[in-house]
């Protein structure tokens, strides 16, 4: 239990919540000397520093693309130096222990750090660049980082090649009020700093984002409480996350790896503590009214919490006070600029007090993993967690006390993939993102794919369809779903199932469905004409094709206009019409330009020294004409009775073009009309 951890405390007497004396407002810390921060133990944050290079965009660029930006700058970052900045803008004592390089973006944090009130007797400067990161902002706050380590990971080495801190670093996490890390750092440096926190007793807090790799289970051993956000979470166990159930089931198994706590970050669903046996902790978001960007949002969570509960609040307290620091965060362009004040933390939390009111119906937007939440400013809340599915204990089995409310849980669909080549794979991501269930049925062996996004793996049809999710989605080529849709045994599935297929024609599958399948299921056609490529970095503005072809009523028609959901969610331009009709602009589109992208392949054209931007244009469709399969281009022609047609339309076309040339021959005089006469004779004869 939390309450019961060794944390140094800080000699306030008051909750946080609550406490607004003017003694907690600290002088810029560069101005103390040491012995006056010894008032309290103070923070120390051991971890990364960055320049963050901001650049504005309405989209993220596809490859071989190059778009401009709206606008760019330099800010001070990185996760370690974040979540420092946040902690001594909140009036607590911290120190900061990292690396910088002799480079001006050096400069450019360190006065940022001091300016905030961090320490920095321990941020040593070496011979490598100060680590810097690149981050893509998009409209609404979504963003994309690439980090560049530089001195975050040119720590010294000794001759046994494990990082180490200096004396002087060691002495001052020995007497800290907490620890905090992360892993933009070597893990061998995080973990000689939980060794020596550990051995004098003071907690440890490790934000897990930073590096994708596993974290060594060493270094999990000597944390005290582990905070992930429900991607990290998935990955660190290799188990889905996509619903209150599978967060807490994860985050048991984080537990049985030898951390104490798990507070799961969930951006703007909100957050989970699971702490031992005790009820886990539900806190909801407290949403900004504009989201402007999210970078260090976490990190804001992070630190907030460490602070808070040094500072003697419970848990639940800790939660709330980290959910307005994080609320105000994503109010203001920036990391480290936008970290709140704890002035400006504890008039939030005015504006909304702790209640006890009713649950508010889901909303949509938060409703990704746990589909449910307060209303802002609600309390954190106890709840029961589910029965584990196997027979091991659960380890957070407590009860949740009479007079604390239970959040109402929506569950996601369960959505079946039968096919799950790079098309499946590519929905499945997006859909478990969301906060459904994927389940996916292959001859190919998928294991490592699907447990890597979370989903659940099957070869054999009848153990996939004895899964019996709510929608069935054929992803199998155009070629064998009519093979793929016989084999599969459907009267071991609901018997209101509803079928999708995600063909690229239509009339085709539709009279599929409607002579294979059992009459009582219901029958949706779609066509999202995008893929891994087009929409690998965003759905806004794509077209998604759709016809209801036959669809229940009530709950049976929710369930459709839900999975549809999924494409328009993500800002997919939603078009209805028949399958007849989208076969017609098929054939006069797609079909047509990967006709033209497999001449323009077939004539094997070469890159030259004078190329221009049209030539290259069309280098670029012969390389896309070869990376679609022909089987798929096959199946275009085959299926769609139209597609002869617009055959027929190209061929008309080049004779005509041939003819008009070749006619004009006779208007060109002497020499050169015979010249052109003669390549014209021998290009025949070829």
Request: hydrophobic share 40%; proline share 6%.
């Amino acid at each position: 239990m939390l309450s019961a951890l060794r944390f140094r405390f800080a000699v306030f007497d008051e909750p946080l919540g609550i406490h607004q004396s003017s003694a907690l407002v600290l002088p810029a810390a560069q101005s103390l000397k040491l012995e006056e921060m010894a008032v309290s133990s103070p923070l120390v944050v051991v971890g990364s520093v960055n320049a963050d290079i901001y650049v504005e965009v309405e989209r993220l660029p596809v490859e071989g693309e190059t778009i401009a930006a709206r606008s760019g700058q330099t800010l001070p970052g990185g996760k370690g130096a974040n979540q420092a900045a946040c902690a001594a803008r909140l009036s607590y004592p911290t120190f900061f222990c990292g690396q910088v390089g002799l480079d001006g973006h050096a400069n450019l944090v360190k006065d940022a750090l001091a300016s905030a009130g961090v320490r920095l007797d321990h941020v040593n400067t070496v011979d490598s660049p100060t680590g810097h990161a690149v981050v893509m902002l998009q409209p609404g706050g979504k963003n994309s980082i690439i980090i560049v380590g530089g001195a975050n990971v040119a720590w010294p080495k000794l001759e046994d090649g494990i990082s180490r801190l200096t004396a002087n670093a060691q002495q001052l996490i020995k007497r800290a009020g907490a620890v905090l890390l992360q892993r933009e750092i070597p893990d061998a440096v995080n973990l000689e700093a939980a060794k020596v926190a550990k051995s004098a007793g003071v907690p440890v807090i490790m934000d897990a984002g930073g590096a994708e790799g596993p974290i060594p289970e060493e270094l999990l051993k000597h944390v005290t409480v582990l905070s992930p956000n429900e991607s990290e979470l998935a990955r660190l166990t290799a188990m889905p996350t996509n619903s209150l159930e599978k967060i807490l089931l994860a985050a048991a198994k984080v537990q049985e790896m030898g951390v104490q706590q798990v507070l799961v970050k969930m951006g703007e669903t909100g957050s989970v503590l699971v702490s031992g046996k005790e009820p886990p902790i539900y806190q909801p978001a407290i949403l900004a009214p504009t989201v402007v960007d999210t970078t260090g949002a976490g990190d804001t969570f992070t630190a907030s919490y460490a602070v808070a509960l040094i500072e003697r609040q419970t848990p639940a307290e800790a939660l709330r006070f980290a959910a307005a620091a994080a609320s105000i965060c994503v109010r203001s362009k920036g990391a480290m600029p936008s970290m709140p004040e704890r002035k400006a933390v504890l008039q939030l939390l005015k504006e909304h007090p702790l209640t006890e009111e009713k649950l508010s119906p889901p909303d949509e937007k938060v409703s990704r993993f746990l589909q449910c939440r307060h209303r802002d400013g609600a309390a954190a809340t106890k709840i029961e967690t589910p029965n584990r599915v196997d027979s091991k204990p659960n380890g957070f089995q407590g009860q949740a006390s009479p007079n604390q409310h239970m959040p109402k849980v929506m569950e996601g669909l369960k959505i079946g993939i039968v096919g799950f080549g790079t098309f499946g794979q590519f929905l499945a991501e997006r859909i478990c993102g969301q906060g459904h269930e994927v389940v996916a049925l292959s001859r190919s062996d998928y294991r490592d794919v699907a447990r890597r996004l979370g989903v659940s793996f099957h070869r054999d049809v009848n153990a996939f369809c004895d899964e019996h999710p709510d929608i069935v989605i054929m992803s199998a080529s155009i070629i064998s779903t009519e093979t793929v849709l016989r084999s599969l045994p459907v009267e071991r599935l609901k018997p209101d199932t509803l079928f999708v297929d995600v063909l690229s024609v239509k009339g085709f599958p539709k009279q599929l469905f409607l002579t294979i399948l059992p009459p009582q299921f219901d029958v949706l056609c779609t066509h999202p004409m995008f893929g891994p490529n087009s929409g690998r970095a965003s759905w806004a503005g794509l077209p998604v094709v759709y016809e209801r072809v036959r669809i229940g009523e009530g709950a049976r028609m929710d369930r459709c206009n839900r999975f549809l959901d999924i494409f328009s969610s993500q800002g997919c331009k939603m078009v209805e019409m028949s399958c007849g009709e989208h076969d017609v602009h098929a054939a006069g589109s797609q079909f047509i330009t990967h006709t033209v992208c497999r001449i323009l392949g077939k004539m094997k054209l070469e890159s030259t020294p004078m190329n221009t931007k049209g030539y290259e244009d069309i280098l670029r469709l012969a390389e896309t004409g070869e990376a679609d399969s022909f089987d798929l281009y096959y199946g275009l022609f085959v299926h769609n009775p139209n597609a002869v047609q617009e055959l027929q339309r190209l061929e008309t076309a080049v004779a005509c073009l041939k003819k008009e040339l070749f006619g004009h021959i006779q208007h060109t005089s002497g020499e050169q009309a015979f010249s052109v006469a003669k390549r014209v004779a021998e290009v025949s004869m070829c």
